[in-house]
């Protein structure tokens, strides 16, 4: 479980940044504070 969530977490960080790249930086952050929340944390907060 713990492999899936950091999977979820490097796509969604991917993805915020390369919104940012695209000038979308409203849903860029959003989506890496998601992935952040999902990533380390997300294993405590899942389990």
Known sequence: ?????WVI????????IVSLVRG???MGALLIVA??????GGVSILT
């Not at 977490?9 to 915020?16: E, K, T």
């Not at 992935?35 to 380390?40: A, D, E, H």
């Open 9 to 16: 977490a490097v796509i969604l960080v991917i993805s915020g």
């Open 35 to 40: 992935g952040l929340l999902v990533g380390p």
């Open 1 to 5: 479980m713990e492999t899936v969530l």
């Open 24 to 26: 979308a930086i409203l």
